[in-house]
């Protein structure tokens, strides 16, 4: 579930496009690729695109719990089917590889004039989070007295974030962004302790 602002510039995964920014600013940005490639295609373009144009190519992945025969389990599942991650300083440079490679993949946001970069405040967000293997790990939180505190995980620290946890199906709500900017992404928290 993800909502954002109707004044928020987004991308077609849901997620907020950032400022166009300057050659040499190291930004993320959005590649579209065939639906189940998205690890081969990261891979593919890490071997063909020079350095001096991809940094890196990565896609972002997170824990669900999901219960079968009465008994609870994580499983990773992808964020964002049919997208992955680039990181760039030079997006126009890019988008001139990416077009030129023998298989399909699109720059989500580009124009003939300008290249739309993920916002910063999620790029910051997802690089808090997921950490260097780039996979949200489920957190653990109590409630006590009806105040939600988050005691291990990447989610310490981020109580103010969540706007709606479901105990049940054990995961949250987070707003990612400023509020009336960001967006919502459902994340997992198993709370095991409730008073």
Not at 8 to 30: D, F, K
Not at 134 to 142: E, H, L, M
Request: proline share 6%; hydrophobic share 40%.
């Amino acid at each position: 579930m993800r909502a954002a602002s109707p004044q928020l510039s987004l991308t077609p995964a849901g997620l907020p496009a950032g400022r166009r920014v300057p050659r040499g600013n190291m930004r993320w940005y959005l590649v579209h690729t065939p639906m189940s490639m998205e690890h081969a295609t990261a891979d593919k373009l890490l071997k063909l695109i020079p350095k001096n144009l991809l940094a890196d190519a990565f896609t972002l992945s997170k824990e669900r719990w999901e219960k079968r025969n009465g008994v609870w389990s994580i499983r990773r599942v992808q964020m964002y089917p049919e997208y992955l991650f680039v990181v760039s300083s030079d997006a126009h440079g890019l988008n001139s590889a990416l077009q030129k490679l023998s298989f399909h993949v699109d720059l989500v946001g580009a124009t003939e004039r300008s290249i739309m970069p993920l916002s910063e405040d999620a790029r910051a967000f997802f690089e808090r989070v997921a950490g260097s293997e780039r996979v949200i790990r489920s957190s653990t939180a109590v409630i006590l007295h009806g105040e939600l505190s988050v005691t291990d995980g990447p989610l310490v620290g981020c109580e103010a974030l969540i706007t709606k946890v479901d105990r049940h199906k054990r995961r949250c709500w987070v707003r990612v962004g400023e509020p009336g900017r960001g967006f919502l992404e459902t994340l997992p928290l198993d709370i095991p302790i409730k008073t």
